[in-house]
């Protein structure tokens, strides 16, 4: 079965610290891994997504097979990147089906 | 203005009865999704589909159902039969992947809050 698991409900960090957000996932076959984020009062939305390989807003995630794992990092947080965060999934090679799954989110709060 | 677009925006209903929350996109997108968004529970799949007059029950499929009669149209309804529908819910289209390098890149709606009442 596919699972998306982000273990943090919460991430609090200052300004130009680190960030990381966790995302792990259970799926048998080829995966392919997002992360969507929803600012406040705005629709939820894509920020990156594995197979591009791209820096979006400073955000940058890698897949980690062997960890099933997909972390998005940005290495100074800014004010505006509070928000809440979301990890999907969604197989490669489904036969036709695009199942597409979310974890719980993280919401990530930047302090001045 | 092209979009995905839900409405209404907030529902009530009583206790019993059926409602159905509607969805329309012109994006020309063959996929789309519903969602049920609590809090600490992120988004919950009710039901997807990837084609006109087919559909896929998701993760929390009991006591919801669907139409897709027309691909821009996949309105739901929750019935009497579901034992807690108060909850936000969220709708999204997406292309379906023909090929790998295809983005599949959900939109989504702004979403309907629905209160029983």
């Known amino acids: ?112 | 203005d092209g979009g995905i677009t839900q409405s209404p925006k907030y529902l009530f209903r009583k206790e019993g009865q059926n409602v159905t929350l509607s969805c329309e996109q012109n994006l020309n997108h063959d996929a789309m999704y519903w969602y049920r968004q609590d809090p600490g529970q992120g988004l919950r799949l009710i039901y997807y589909s990837q084609i006109v007059n087919d559909f896929q029950k998701g993760d929390i499929a009991e006591g919801y159902s669907v139409s897709r009669e027309k691909k821009e149209s996949f309105p739901l309804t929750v019935t009497s039969a579901q034992k807690n529908p108060t909850a936000f819910y969220l709708c999204a289209s997406s292309k379906n992947r023909d090929m790998v390098a295809v983005s599949t890149e959900a939109f989504f709606g702004q979403g309907t809050r629905l209160t029983v009442v």
């Not at chain 1, 799926?27 to 929803?38: A, T």
Request: with cysteine; glycine share 8%.
């Open chain 1, 1 to 112: 079965a596919q699972r998306v698991t982000q273990p943090e409900k919460l991430l609090s960090v200052f300004k130009g610290a680190p960030v990381e957000l966790k995302c792990n996932y259970s799926y048998s076959g080829s995966p392919e891994l997002f992360w969507y984020v929803q600012y406040s009062r705005q629709r939820l939305q894509l920020l990156l997504r594995h197979i591009s390989r791209e820096s979006i807003k400073g955000f940058t995630a890698d897949l980690n097979k062997g960890e099933t794992s997909f972390h998005l990092k940005k290495p100074f947080a800014q004010e505006e990147d509070s928000a809440m965060y979301y990890c999907a999934l969604q197989p490669l090679f489904s036969g036709g089906y695009n199942k597409l799954i979310f974890g719980a989110g993280t919401r990530l709060a930047v302090h001045p």
